[in-house]
């Protein structure tokens, strides 16, 4: 009994550490949005960065930060570990409960692992330390029902499988719906908040030009081609006239954005974007930039990344010589994952592109130097990572939500 209470007690302790770092990275989402310059307490470089874990889409289940499915496991973790305090014999499986749930939690941080390590390329420190706790309840549960590992096996099947007759399943099932449900609604009303905000905030600092984006001077630059008479109020980013441009030549809102045909977040900015400029056509133009995430053609790369990012930004601008860059973006963008030397033939072929000089095209020297004029004009606005995008020479900050996109645009135009 004393083995029983000891364990309960150091699992308590952690599953209440775990519940503080569940609803810590869940208000993240929300603090990133009511201030973009936030920087979180794990937000160290480019491989440890809490920001750029939050932001992909996999921090979010049915839209649902997994911070809140974190609280609400912890949750069923701290209410199973008081229900094992108790001398009942209908109470004397629930370690064997918590053995399991923790097993499961096991191979669920090992998922995500992975998915930091070669999808998103970074790791969350907090992330870990949740996979840390995982381990650790695995260990002391294990120790709980008996520490022989087959034994222990074998009564946790026979105890999930009989789950019914527990009271400590019904307790797991109500506290964990509880928490997500109610968690899930307080999210989703604040979330909805902090965007109004953000989007207000945002829309009056880029029309009264104090802020709260960086801007760079306030120089006024040519008209944008090919599109004579485009008013291209990014100023002080350079346009030197071969950037493909998206949207009418007097929108009132010009969106640069330097992107990369690999990087998700792109791949999300850019049909986001593109949402709103479909929903304000006379409104809003986009103007894209390449700044691929590869070494092979941005020497400002420190390790390597998107290992095709540089030959799909060469087959696209040799897809805008035939006039179908954005035929090609769009394609490039649903397929990312896929954007082999075949397959980037293949798509050149769907756009409907001249395949003989499309294929010259790519050994032509001037293809390179244009994408390294974007890289050029990136690195001297000092771009670390992708997607960088600009409203009316405004550097966005904080995540490319397309909603909160949608709604910046909409309070610019007054609507």
Known sequence: MK???????????????????????????????????FVSLCEINQSFDCNTVNSSKYARVFGLPLGIYGAGFYGVLAVLSIMSWFRSERLSRVPHIMFGLSLASVAISVVLAIISHFVIGAFCLFC?????????????????????????????????VRCY????????????????????????K???????????????????????????????????RPTPGLQNRSADITIEGHEPVRGPANAPIVIVIFSDFECPYCQRAAFGIEAVREEHPRDVAVVFKHYPLDFDCNPYMKRPM????????????????????????????RNRTKLGDADLAAYAESVGLDM????????????????NQDIEEGKRLSIRGTPAIYINGYLWKGPADPDLLKRTIDRLLGQ
């Not at 527990?166 to 609604?185: D, K, L």
């Open 3 to 37: 083995q029983r209470r000891a364990g309960s007690i150091l699992i308590l302790a952690l599953a209440g550490a775990g519940i503080g770092l569940g609803v810590y990275l869940t208000l993240l989402h929300i603090w990133k949005l009511i201030d973009p310059n």
């Open 128 to 160: 870990m330390l949740m996979w840390f706790i995982n381990l650790a309840v695995c260990g002391i549960s294990f120790w709980m029902v008996g520490g022989r590992l087959g034994d222990a096996l074998r009564e946790t099947g026979g105890e999930l």
């Open 165 to 188: 007759r527990s009271p400590g399943c019904y307790a797991a099932v109500f506290v964990f719906i509880g928490v997500v449900w109610i968690g899930g609604a307080q999210f989703g």
């Open 190 to 224: 604040y979330e909805a908040k902090a965007k109004d905000f953000a989007a207000y905030r945002i829309a009056e600092g880029i029309a009264s030009g104090k802020g709260p984006g960086a801007r760079f001077g306030t120089v006024e630059l040519p008209d944008l």
């Open 306 to 333: 998107h290992q095709h990012a540089c030959e799909a930004a060469f087959a696209s601008v040799c897809a805008k010589r035939q006039g179908r860059f954005w035929e090609m973006h769009d394609t490039l963008f």
């Open 356 to 371: 003989e000089a499309f294929s010259g095209c790519l050994e032509d020297r001037s293809v390179v130097l244009e994408v």
